[in-house]
C-alpha cells in the first residue's frame, strides 16, 4: 500500500515541464551545492503552497546519474522569489524549499 501511495504522490508532482535553461540549471545545481536546500529553508507543510504547481518554469535532471533526484523551479512573480521542490523519483518524497529571492 506505501509504495501505491508513493507512486500517486509521485505522480502528483510529475509535470510535463521543460529541461531548465543553461542559466537556470546552473542556478539551481548552486543551491543544491552551497547546502541551501537544508530544514532551515524549507517551505513548512502547512504552506505547501499547492499555486506554484502552475508557476512551475522547469526541472533539472540529471540523466547519467541512477540517483532518482531532480528539482522543480518555481518563480513566482507576485513575490519575486524563487522555489525549488527536490523531488526523490525513487521513493516519490519531496520537498520544498524557498523562497529564494534574486
Not at 44 to 73: A, Q
Not at 76 to 81: E, F, G, P, T, W
Request: include cysteine.
Amino acid at each position: 500500500m506505501f509504495f501505491i501511495t508513493a507512486a500517486l504522490l509521485f505522480e502528483l508532482y510529475r509535470l510535463d515541464v521543460d529541461s531548465c535553461s543553461a542559466e537556470n540549471e546552473r542556478y539551481v545545481k548552486q543551491h543544491f551545492i552551497e547546502d541551501r536546500l537544508i530544514a532551515d529553508n524549507e517551505v513548512s507543510k502547512g504552506r505547501e503552497v499547492s499555486e506554484l504547481g502552475k508557476d512551475v518554469i522547469c526541472e533539472v535532471k540529471n540523466e547519467e546519474m541512477n540517483d532518482g533526484l531532480s528539482f522543480l523551479l518555481y518563480r513566482v512573480d507576485a513575490d519575486s522569489a524563487d522555489y525549488i521542490r527536490l523531488v526523490n523519483g525513487l521513493d516519490g518524497s519531496s520537498r520544498l524549499y524557498g523562497p529564494f529571492y534574486q
